[in-house]
DNA sequence: GCCACAAGTGTTAGTCACTAACATCTGTTG
DNA sequence: CAACAGATGTTAGTGACTAACACTTGTGGC
């Protein structure tokens, strides 16, 4: 069942990528992203803390917690984190990711996003401490997060406007590979050579 | 020769210092922080481009991106990132750090500051692709740089506000060490070891 | 000392993101 | 249909940031 809000905050979000794709993030007002979806600006803010957020959602914190902490304990806090964000490759390579890239190409080309992004790589990274660190390890575990989700960031920036065709789940594996090396030597077959 | 722009600047930059740590970034406007420093808040956004800016000042790129530069090639980029952020240990425990530390604690608390400090670290990230990548590998070296960087972010959080009274560069040596496990077991003697 | 000249700063008048308070409207439930 | 709650609108702000133009202060040549 679709609430009226769940409509109007859809509305929005989609106004709000058409605009900002036609002419630019700073040069869209909240105003206009409210009236192109039929609201006043005080709906846009009831739905979004931010002009920011309408395009930086992102709900998947969740998932990705749950797949660091189903990673067997025991190794490297940095491994444990790599393979968890690998287990996801699949999932990625299937999801209806074009609105998702469309929204980062925009954020790519503005600093002040990129620091949005961030603040949504640090709540990822808090979900990853307290789903998956063992007691007494939350500083490692949280190095080990931030360092894995900065090198996904980074080939995430890469997949939303660079030509190249390859997957998502094939640049995320480069990523996990790039920062635990080791993961090539046997571990995930899937990905090992897959870096250039 | 300190002009009297360079004056103006500091007088800028302690006034906000002050005033954030009393009554919190949000609560403090530019206004009150330009009239501290006696000038208007005209003169505060020739100085600095946001109020942001006032708090995050970093000069140290270059520095960074010379060392990373330094280490020599052949090895892993990630380690090249590791070891070249490990030679400016000692730098850092020397340098006059409290007005860093001050200000890295206010922005520990806010975390819209946190989203700047992000930008600080993607520029960082830059200086290091350039100065230090080969011809062809920018991604990986850019993976590299984004994972230790935020490894490094981490720790700093940990310092400006813990009470632990261990050093900038012990703590830096333990991300490292995270990071990049390898390291630990020989080639950088001071550190291994001194992760929990 | 005086006179360009430029760097630094002030004033004023804006735009726009974001907030608070209160009114209105819409859908649901008894 | 009445009552109620969730969703939205209106209005009136505050504060970050910008643009245009005037002024002031320090510096070098005469």
């Known amino acids: ?7 109007t905050r859809a509305r929005l979000q989609s106004a ?3 605009l900002f794709e036609q002419r630019g993030y700073r040069a869209v007002t909240v105003e ?12 846009f803010f009831r739905h979004f803390p931010t002009k920011e957020r309408v395009l930086l959602d992102d709900p998947f914190d969740p998932v990705i917690a749950a797949a660091v902490a189903a990673q067997p ?3 490297p806090a940095i491994e444990r984190v790599a393979r968890g ?7 990625l390579d299937q999801e209806p990711t074009e609105s998702a890239r469309r929204a980062i190409a925009i954020a790519a080309r503005e600093p002040e996003l990129q620091a949005g992004m961030a603040a949504n790589t640090a709540a990822t990274e808090r979900a ?3 789903a998956a660190a063992p007691a007494g390890e939350e500083t490692e575990m949280r190095i080990a997060a931030a360092a894995c989700l900065a090198a996904v960031t980074a080939v995430l920036l890469d997949w939303s406007t660079d030509g190249s065709r390859r997957t998502l789940g094939a640049l995320v594996g480069d ?7 080791a993961l090539s030597d046997a571990a995930v077959p899937a990905y090992a050579g897959a870096a250039s």
Chains 1, 2 share one sequence.
């Not at 069942?1 to 409509?7: D, G, I, K, L, S």
């Not at 964000?85 to 999932?91: A, D, F, I, N």
């Not at 990523?175 to 090396?181: C, D, E, L, Q, S």
């Open 128 to 130: 990853i401490v307290e």
């Open 1 to 7: 069942m679709t609430t009226r809000a769940e409509a």
């Open 175 to 181: 990523a996990m590979t790039t920062v635990v090396p």
């Open 85 to 91: 964000l690998l287990s996801l490759v699949p999932l």
């Open 32 to 43: 206009e992203i409210a009236a192109a979806a039929g609201v006043s600006h005080m709906t």
């Open 73 to 75: 304990d025991g190794t």
């Open 16 to 18: 709000a990528l058409d």
